[in-house]
C-alpha cells in the first residue's frame, strides 16, 4: 500500500477537485423574466407531485372547497435547461416555460397518454386568471374521469367478493364528487367501505360481503343471494329471472297460477 506524506496527499485531492470541476454557463438573469410567468391550475381536490428530473419536484396544489380553482403553480417564461456539454462543462440553454409547464402537466412530446393530467382536472391557463371557458373544459374532463372511476368499481364489484378488495378509494370518493357537483349517480353497494366475511353464501358456504346481490365472479357459485335487486339491475347472466317479468308483464294470454308457478321455478333453478 502506498504511503505519502500529508502534504501529498493534500495536493492530491486539490488536483481531483480540479479536474472534477464543471464550468457552468448560466443564462443572463433578464432572460428569465422576458414575460408573465405560466401558470398551471387545478379544479379537483387532489394535490400532485410531479418530478421533472434535473429540474425538481414541482407541486399542483389542490383546490380547496369552495373554491372554483387551485392557487397557481407558477413556471418562470423561461427555463433553465442543463445541457451536459463534455465531461467538464454544463451549459444551460434556454426552453419556453410554456412548453416546460406542459411537460409538468404530461402533454407534449416523448409523453404517454396515461401521462396527461388534464382528465383529473388540471389545465395550462392562457392568461394569469383562468378563464370560465377553461374552467368548464378542466370540469367537465374531470367529470368524465370520475365516471370512469365509478364504472371501474361496478365492474369490480359486479365480479365477486374476491375482486372488492380491487375498489379504490379514489373510485369511492368519486361519487362523492359527483353528488357534490350534482350529477345524478345512483347510490351503490361498494360507495361504502365493504367488509367481506360477514355471512356465509347459502350455495357455497364462502364468506360475502351482506351486501352481496348474487355470488358470482372468479369463485363465485351463482347464487342469487337478492332475487328482487338481480331483477332490478336486469344483471347478465340472469336473464331467465328479469327477462320472465318482461313477457309475463306483456303477455296478453292468461296461464294458470299453477303452471305458470311451475315454471318460474324451474327457471329460477337453471
Known amino acids: 500500500m502506498p504511503v505519502g506524506t500529508v502534504e501529498q496527499g493534500q495536493l492530491a485531492r486539490q488536483e481531483l477537485a480540479t479536474k472534477n470541476q464543471k464550468i457552468i454557463s448560466t443564462l443572463p438573469e433578464e432572460l ?24 425538481g419536484t414541482w407541486t399542483i396544489h389542490a383546490c380547496e372547497k369552495g ?12 427555463m433553465n435547461e442543463g445541457i451536459m456539454v463534455d465531461m467538464e462543462h454544463i451549459e444551460f440553454r434556454a426552453m419556453a416555460g410554456m412548453r416546460f409547464a406542459e411537460s409538468i402537466i404530461g402533454i407534449g412530446q416523448h409523453r ?32 368524465e374521469r370520475q365516471l370512469e372511476l365509478v364504472s371501474q368499481g361496478d365492474g369490480f364489484y359486479g365480479d365477486g367478493p374476491a375482486e ?21 349517480v345512483e347510490e351503490r353497494p361498494w360507495h361504502k367501505m365493504i367488509k367481506a366475511g360477514q355471512i356465509e353464501c347459502p350455495g357455497c358456504f364462502q364468506k360475502v360481503d351482506p351486501r352481496t346481490i348474487a355470488h ?11 332475487e328482487e335487486e338481480v331483477i332490478k339491475r336486469k344483471m347478465r347472466g340472469y336473464e331467465h329471472l328479469w327477462l320472465e317479468r318482461t313477457v309475463t308483464h306483456h303477455s296478453t294470454e292468461p ?13 329460477r333453478k337453471q
Open 164 to 184: 372488492y378488495k380491487n375498489i379504490t378509494k379514489a373510485m369511492r370518493e368519486a361519487i362523492d364528487w359527483l353528488v357534490a357537483e350534482g350529477v345524478e
Open 112 to 143: 404517454h397518454p396515461t401521462e396527461d393530467l388534464r382528465r383529473w382536472g388540471i389545465f395550462v391557463a392562457a392568461g394569469s386568471v383562468p378563464t370560465e371557458e377553461e374552467l368548464a373544459k378542466a370540469r367537465s374532463q374531470y367529470r
Open 32 to 55: 428569465r423574466i422576458a414575460g408573465d410567468p405560466i401558470k398551471i391550475f387545478n379544479v379537483s381536490n387532489q394535490k400532485w407531485e410531479v418530478s421533472m428530473g434535473g429540474l
Open 216 to 226: 358470482i365472479g372468479p369463485n363465485g357459485c351463482g347464487w342469487v343471494l337478492n
Open 255 to 267: 296461464e294458470s297460477s299453477e303452471e305458470g308457478g311451475n315454471k318460474a321455478s324451474g327457471k
Open 67 to 78: 373554491q372554483a380553482h387551485s392557487e397557481p403553480l407558477e413556471v418562470p417564461f423561461i
